[in-house]
C-alpha cells in the first residue's frame, strides 16, 4: 500500500499569512503513460463532504479561491494558502489515486493564530 | 454538471447487512471509474473499494478491513452503482461517500476533475 505521510499535523497561521502543508508518499504516484500525479488535495470542514481543492497534484477544481495552490512531482507535494482566510480553517487532506488501496494523508489541522 | 447522490444509509445492528446506493449524472456513467470512501465521526477519510469500467472489466478492489463483507456493483443503465455491505460492525459507522476521478474524451466533451456525493450516514449499533 501507498502509504501518505503529512506535515505538519497541525498549523497555526495568522490572517493573511502563507500557510504550507507537505505530503509525501511511500512511492511515487506519477503515471508516465500520461505524465500526470495521480494525488488530490481536499478540504474538510465538519458536518461537510470533502472539498476538493487540486486535483493532478497542481489543477485547481473550478470555484477554488487561486491564493489555494498544489505543487509537487513524484512522491513530494504541497498545497500552498498564499494569504489565509478566516474561512480557511479546515482540516486538510492529501489522497493519492495512483493504486488501490487509494489512501490518504492522516490530516493537517489548520487554525488561526 | 457532474453530480452524485448517496442514499440506503439507516441505524442497523451489529452483523446486519445494508446496501448503499450511488446515483450519478451529467457524465458519461459506463466511462467512469466508481469510489467508495467513509468518514468516521470525528475521524479522518478512508477510502472503501472501488469498481473499474466494464471496458477495463468492471472488476473490484476493496480496502482490507472491509474485504470479504462488502461488495461493490454497478448497473449503467440505471447510472447507479451500489454498495453491499454485510457482517456489519461498529467500527463501519461513518459517513459514506461515492466518489469518482473523471479523466476521458467523449463525443461531448472533456470530462476531468474529482467529485464527490453528499454522504449518507451508517450507524452500526445494537
Known amino acids: 500500500d501507498i502509504v501518505m505521510t503529512q506535515s505538519p499535523d497541525s498549523l497555526a497561521v495568522s490572517l493573511g499569512e502563507r ?20 494525488l488530490a488535495w481536499y478540504q474538510l470542514k465538519p458536518g461537510q463532504p470533502p472539498k476538493v481543492l487540486i486535483y493532478w497534484a497542481s489543477t485547481r477544481e473550478s470555484g477554488v479561491p487561486d491564493r489555494f495552490s498544489g505543487s509537487g512531482s513524484g512522491t513530494d507535494f504541497t498545497l500552498t494558502i498564499s494569504s489565509l482566510q478566516a474561512e480557511d480553517v479546515a482540516v486538510y487532506y492529501c489522497q493519492q489515486y495512483y493504486g488501490p488501496p487509494y489512501t490518504f494523508g492522516q490530516g493537517t489541522k489548520l487554525e488561526i493564530k | 454538471e457532474v453530480q452524485l447522490v448517496e442514499s440506503g444509509g439507516a441505524l442497523v445492528k451489529p452483523g446486519g447487512s445494508l446496501r448503499l446506493s450511488c446515483a450519478a449524472s451529467g457524465f458519461t456513467f459506463s466511462n467512469a471509474w466508481m469510489n467508495w470512501v467513509r468518514q468516521v465521526p470525528g475521524k479522518g477519510l478512508e477510502w472503501v473499494g472501488r469498481i473499474k469500467k466494464k471496458t477495463d472489466g468492471g472488476t473490484t478492489d476493496y480496502a482490507a478491513p472491509v474485504k470479504g463483507r462488502f461488495i461493490i456493483s454497478r448497473d449503467d443503465s440505471r447510472q447507479t452503482f451500489y454498495l453491499e455491505m454485510n457482517s456489519l460492525k461498529t467500527e463501519d459507522t461513518a459517513v459514506y461517500y461515492c466518489n469518482t476521478a473523471l479523466d476521458y474524451y467523449d463525443s461531448t466533451g472533456y470530462y476531468s476533475g474529482i467529485y464527490w456525493g453528499q454522504g449518507t450516514l451508517v450507524s452500526v449499533s445494537s
Open chain 1, 19 to 38: 500557510a504550507t502543508i507537505n505530503c509525501k508518499s511511500s512511492q511515487s504516484v506519477l503515471y508516465s503513460s500520461n505524465n500526470k500525479n495521480y
